[in-house]
């Protein structure tokens, strides 16, 4: 096995009995990044000198034998996600030339592990998208299809690990931009409950639905960077105090809910065989699987659709053309306001900029945002019920991650409302802030195709603990 397909847990045994070094992890996977990301477009920015001087560090820590799992192996981070002195351009052409002037919370908390970053991955401009294609800095292309989209917006995060050019990376989920491509590209990725892990140091998308989370290659692996990143954080006022438990939850005598409206009609009936085998495999390692209804979820996007918008409209008005970013000259402030947003936001930002402006506009906030939100509230209660211990509710839930499996690049670009369903399994989840991850569940053909399980609020251990042992049956 080459060093660039060992995992986390392999490659520090590897680090700890003297086997290779970080340097040696490291140049191997800046070798791989040169072969092949010329076809994948995995990543915007490759840190060759500052990831050997990192590896270099790493190696010293590792000599003197106190080092965490993370030490000395190397990661890559999305475009979104702040790492000082480095580019951060959130894919878009306003932010082309922008250096971070600070790390992200979840930087930081990498680098005192002894983290060696690789680089910057692609992803859709300011997050926004499932396909990767709405990057200013060209389409990643899936691994296991190179005519096939990696999924999004997290797409570069995905396909970094999937080809085996980062041991693990970090994305950033509002609407499904973690699980989607995870499921995509045949990765794990964990979407950790709202508030779970600090968003400081996240270029913001949607303040009410953003999260940071971890990409990688066995559930085991999504666990200890999970661990790594989580917690209370001073600098962001969402986050929360939380004692991750890493102890193991048996599946056997779990209640596993499946919601009948996921598997409505427009769903592949290939993704929808897979789904449903690997649902009976946990039920012959003992589950007990139970139909359950959400009844919300059919509200769940035009709900989404508006929120989203309306959160990235207040976000983006702050790239003016003054402060920081791409700056055009005009004859007046309005003009320099105009020509900069004109020429550095493109097609999909300008649109949903467009949609929350109006869905926030006099006349219009209470018909559509206000709706919105007491809508997001019925999809909450849907959940909460769902998992009321009070009244016999279930432990997880199962279900698809993508309505279908990678599609061909270019095949839903025209069309927005195409594209949007291609997060209608995960959105609904996000919108009540719970926790879910995508776990490979086979494929289709060489595509790959993920299983949802999700969890209750802060229920991440129940979900890694059973997503490892379905993992293990899938296998």
């Not at 769940?300 to 008005?317: G, K, Q, R, T």
């Not at 909450?380 to 279900?399: E, H, M, N, T, V």
């Amino acid at each position: 096995m080459e060093l660039t397909e060992l995992t986390i847990k392999q490659v520090h045994e590897g680090l700890k009995n003297k086997k290779f070094t970080s340097v040696d992890l490291t140049k191997a996977y800046l070798e791989k990044i040169k072969k092949t990301d010329k076809d994948i477009n995995a990543y915007l920015s490759v840190f060759e000198e500052s990831a050997l001087a990192d590896a270099e560090e790493a190696d010293k820590k590792i000599t003197s034998g106190n080092f965490g799992m993370l030490c000395g192996i190397p990661c890559a981070i999305k475009d979104s996600i702040m790492v000082e002195g480095q580019k951060c351009t959130a894919a878009s052409k306003i932010l082309e030339n922008y250096v971070a002037p600070y790390d992200a919370t979840v930087i930081k908390k990498l680098k005192a592990e002894g983290a060696v970053i690789l680089g910057k991955t692609n992803t859709d401009e300011f997050t926004m998208g499932s396909s990767t294609e709405n990057s200013a800095f060209g389409v990643t292309k899936n691994p296991h299809d190179k005519t096939k989209v990696s999924g999004g917006s997290s797409g570069g995060s995905a396909a970094a690990v999937a080809a085996n050019m980062a041991c693990y990376t970090l994305g950033s989920d509002t609407g499904g931009s973690i699980r989607q491509p995870a499921s995509l590209c045949g990765v794990v990725g964990l979407c950790p409950t709202y508030g779970a892990v600090s968003r400081y140091g996240l270029i913001a998308h949607a303040s009410s639905l953003d999260q940071i989370g971890p990409l990688a290659k066995t559930v085991e692996d999504a666990k200890i960077v999970f661990e790594a990143i989580h917690g209370k954080d001073k600098m962001d006022a969402t986050s929360k105090d939380y004692n991750f438990e890493g102890s193991d939850v048996e599946l056997k005598g779990l209640k596993i809910g499946v919601p009948k409206e996921y598997f409505a009609k427009g769903i592949d009936k290939e993704v929808e065989k897979i789904i449903r085998d690997a649902i009976k495999k946990a039920e012959d390692a003992g589950a007990e699987i139970v139909e359950v209804s959400l009844p919300s979820t059919e509200f769940a996007l035009a709900c989404y659709y508006v929120i989203d918008p309306s959160e990235i409209s207040a976000n983006l008005a702050r790239f003016d053309g003054i402060k920081y970013g791409l700056s055009v000259e005009g004859k007046d402030l309005l003009d320099v306001y105009v020509k900069s947003k004109g020429h550095g936001f493109g097609e999909e930002v300008k649109r949903r900029i467009m949609i929350g402006t109006y869905c926030l506009s006099s006349g219009y906030y209470d018909a559509y945002y206000k709706k919105a939100q007491e809508v997001r509230e019925l999809i909450r209660q849907d959940f909460a019920k769902a998992f009321d211990p009070s009244a016999d509710g279930i432990d997880l839930l199962f279900c698809p991650v993508s309505p279908f499996p990678a599609f061909k690049i270019g095949e839903k670009a025209d069309n927005p409302m195409a594209m949007y369903l291609a997060d209608i399994y995960t959105i609904p989840m996000k919108l009540a802030g719970l926790p879910g991850i995508s776990v490979p569940a086979g494929k289709i053909g060489n595509l790959p195709v993920g299983l949802q399980i999700i969890g209750n609020h802060f229920q991440e251990n129940k979900i890694l603990s059973v997503a490892s042992q379905v993992e293990n049956m899938l296998q």
